[in-house]
T-cell receptor, first 116, second 113 residues
Framework: ETGVTQTPRHLVMGMTNKKSLKCEQH?????MYWYKQSAKKPLELMFV???????ENNSVPSRFSPECPNSSHLFLHLHTLQPEDSALYLC???????????????FGEGSRLTVL | DAKTTQPPSMDCAEGRAANLPCNHS???????VYWYRQIHSQGPQYIIH???NNETNEMASLIITEDRKSSTLILPHATLRDTAVYYC??????????????FGKGTKLSVKP
């Protein structure tokens, strides 16, 4: 138990669906992250939020839309995805983002997304 | 791109020390070395980090060479539960988005009975 909870753990969606991934942290952290892990590829940083402000968008397609309503919650809204977007989506949090933090990230267990 | 080079896989006998090497020959003076691991079907877990001195915690020891161009993560008594992918990452500890963690492919450590 890392203090970072992701829901749902598994999601299957069609290319025309709209769905959302949710992440919640109970650690009092101020930074939250979305990473993508595709089969046989390294983890890819997608978005970073620091004190609710987006500080990093790593050239992610607009069909992925993040939302950070407060420091404890992070969402990833998904619409018109492609089969190649199937992956494990990992959320993480840290005391602060970028180099303000210690580099110690706490990860959730991930949401396994399958796009048909 | 990741700034580190790690062997893709290693084996270790249960109860023995696991020594995982990492090359970071282009590391700058301000960059720290971080180690994370990812057990199958879980999110990555922080292990340890250091700048130039050797570091030890309850999970592992980190040995950084004097020129800082390489390091070794040591798990002193490996157990089957230590089977995981181990990531070595260099991170700038100041200066905006450069502080974000960029993962490479890591080393798949298999601990065998």
């Amino acid at each position: 138990e890392t203090g970072v909870t992701q829901t749902p753990r598994h999601l299957v969606m069609g290319m025309t669906n709209k769905k959302s991934l949710k992440c919640e942290q109970h650690l009092g952290h101020n930074a939250m992250y979305w990473y993508k892990q595709s089969a046989k590829k390294p983890l890819e940083l997608m978005f970073v939020y620091n004190f609710k402000e987006q500080t990093e968008n790593n050239s992610v397609p607009s069909r992925f839309s993040p939302e950070c309503p407060n420091s404890s919650h992070l969402f990833l809204h998904l619409h018109t995805l492609q089969p190649e977007d199937s992956a494990l989506y990992l959320c993480a949090s840290s005391r602060a983002g970028g180099t303000l933090g210690t580099g110690e990230l706490f990860f959730g267990e991930g949401s396994r997304l399958t796009v048909l | 791109d990741a700034k580190t080079t790690q062997p893709p896989s290693m084996d270790c006998a249960e109860g023995r020390a696991a020594n995982l090497p990492c090359n970071h020959s282009t590391i700058s003076g301000n960059e720290y070395v971080y180690w994370y691991r990812q057990i199958h079907s879980q999110g990555p877990q922080y292990i340890i980090h250091g700048l130039k001195n050797n570091e030890t915690n309850e999970m592992a020891s980190l040995i950084i060479t004097e020129d800082r161009k390489s390091s070794t993560l040591i798990l002193p008594h490996a157990t089957l539960r230590d089977t995981a992918v181990y990531y070595c990452i260099v991170r700038l500890n100041y200066g905006g988005s450069q502080g974000n963690l960029i993962f490479g492919k890591g080393t798949k450590l298999s601990v065998k009975p």
